[in-house]
């Protein structure tokens, strides 16, 4: 399989090849790989886990320098649940410790989080050290760091459809007016612009359930590098590949003259 994408040159890519007055405001990421770059070194799987931590801090770094907006990570999926228990339970003392250790470099970048997602079903600890900061964070004015946390794009598409029902159960709102406004109005991201580029690591080809009624009309990037070698290059990689598309949104460009 050939990797998709528009490389700046034969060197990697740097940040003066971004023209920043087209960076995109929205980038989501699916941050794949983990499991695979672990086992190619003779390691756990949550080795991998551990080592994507500094790709993490690359690409929120990296965004924030170049005046990104937005920054969605598709850090764990409802589907994910079903892996070993012994995997899952690291994932999650993983997420506390790094919430610890990192909630000081998103305010020396002024990087607000939030998450999307069902946290209620996470453990106790990791619900409170989201919470601490998300509150702690709340008034940077930086880039809006996104986590993507117990996800699953058609479980929101659920709750929004319900959300709806209930308006018109209550008469508040006639099936025959519903919109895409109102579909978009009903979704956790509702007070975030949709995304235009996701970027998807380790080469494989499919959305899995993520953001699926955001992407609609986003820029997609698959690199077969794994996640957790994933760097400040690779997004100028990406985003040189993102700014050399003409964006029509199923239009046809006027011809120039």
Not at 4 to 33: N, T, W
Not at 140 to 165: F, H, K, Q
Request: include cysteine; charged fraction near 25%; aromatic fraction near 8%.
């Amino acid at each position: 399989m050939t990797e998709i994408g528009y490389f700046c040159g034969l060197m990697p890519a740097s940040k003066e090849q971004v023209d920043s007055s087209r960076v995109p405001q929205h980038i989501a990421v699916i941050m794949d790989g983990n499991g695979r770059w672990a086992q190619r070194k003779g390691a756990a799987r949550i080795f991998g886990h551990r080592n994507a931590i500094e790709a993490v801090r690359a690409v929120t770094e990296g965004c924030a320098e170049l005046g990104v907006r937005y920054l969605t990570l598709y850090a764990f999926s409802t589907e994910n649940w079903g892996r070993p228990k012994e995997e899952v339970d690291a994932l999650m003392e993983l997420l506390i410790n790094t919430l610890k250790k990192e909630v000081q470099t998103l305010h020396d970048n002024k990087v607000r989080l939030s998450t999307i997602g069902d946290i209620s079903h996470l453990p106790i600890d990791c619900q409170r050290n989201l919470a601490e900061a998300r509150e702690s964070t709340r008034n940077n004015t930086g880039l809006n760091l996104i986590i993507a946390l117990n996800y699953s794009g058609r479980a929101e598409l659920v709750r929004a459809m319900r959300t709806l029902g209930m308006e018109i159960q209550a008469g508040r709102l006639h099936p025959e007016d519903i919109s895409e406004a109102h579909i978009g109005r009903a979704l956790e991201t509702a007070l975030i612009p949709d995304p235009e580029l996701l970027i998807r690591t380790s080469g494989e080809m499919r959305i899995s359930n993520f953001l699926l009624w955001q992407i609609a009309y986003t820029e997609l990037y698959i690199t077969k590098t794994l996640w957790p070698d994933f760097r400040k290059e690779n997004l100028y990689e990406a985003l040189c590949d993102y700014q050399s598309r003409e964006r029509r949104f199923g239009k046809v460009l006027a011809p120039s003259i």
